[in-house]
T-cell receptor, first 111, second 112 residues
Framework: DVKVTQSSRYLVKRTGEKVFLECVQD?????MFWYRQDPGLGLRLIYF???????EKGDIPEGYSVSREKKERFSLILESASTNQTSMYLC??????????FGQGTRLTVV | GEDVEQSLFLSVREGDSSVINCTYT??????LYWYKQEPGAGLQLLTY???NMDMKQDQRLTVLLNKKDKHLSLRIADTQTGDSAIYFC????????????WGAGTKLIIKP
């Protein structure tokens, strides 16, 4: 089975902290994605990566950065966490067109 | 731009059929997907349909695609309490192969 693992299920951070969300996939997928999910807004793409060290901005990249040093790992970084970044963060990977496999999600609360 | 729309809530009685609807704007999509998200979990692919198909059936699930109206539906027969989830419609497989365009999700509520 494809496995996408996010490092934390729940995180609570203080405003202004630097936050790292880690995601690892074990299927040698080229593409990896970070989404945030908010009620009534569905999934919004923050960043995606189609190869090691390659990244592209999604729909809402402001306040976030990403790192992909190895094919299996894609990290989302909140440079200075703010309360409006409280959300569910979902990582996904895919091998090409379409079907994406998701991690279990990280619920981040910024206080 | 590209857009996928679906209603936010659907309430059905246990044992009835559920029909979740979705409209999309990008007619060049190759694939259309239904994902399911159970409470507290990530998304899982439920089923998908190629854009050259009209219908796909998989056990209790039936997907109907009307390309002319750009309308996709998911029918769940004999809805059970375990079907309670949020169902996301997504389209993809266009020039921007890496990305899927997502609907906001429909929360399916099962009444006893």
């Amino acid at each position: 089975d494809v496995k996408v693992t996010q490092s934390s299920r729940y995180l609570v951070k203080r405003t202004g902290e630097k936050v790292f969300l880690e995601c690892v996939q074990d299927m040698d997928h080229e593409n990896m994605f970070w989404y945030r999910q908010d009620p009534g807004l569905g999934l919004r793409l923050i960043y995606f990566s189609y190869d090691v060290k390659m990244k592209e901005k999604g729909d809402i990249p402001e306040g976030y950065s990403v790192s992909r040093e190895k094919k299996e790992r894609f990290s989302l970084i909140l440079e200075s966490a703010s309360t409006n970044q409280t959300s569910m963060y979902l990582c996904a990977s895919s091998s090409g067109q379409g079907e994406a496999f998701f991690g279990q999600g990280t619920r981040l609360t910024v206080v | 731009g590209e857009d996928v729309e679906q209603s936010l809530f659907l309430s059905v009685r246990e044992g009835d059929s559920s029909v979740i609807n979705c409209t999309y704007t990008d007619s060049s999509s190759t694939y259309l997907y239904w994902y399911k998200q159970e409470p507290g979990a990530g998304l899982q692919l439920l089923t998908y349909i190629f854009s050259n198909m009209d219908m796909k059936q998989d056990q209790r699930l039936t997907v109907l695609l009307n390309k002319k109206d750009k309308h996709l539906s998911l029918r769940i027969a004999d809805t059970q309490t375990g079907d309670s989830a949020i169902y996301f419609c997504a389209e993809g497989g266009t020039d921007s192969n890496y990305q899927l365009i997502w609907g906001a999700g429909t929360k399916l509520i099962i009444k006893p």
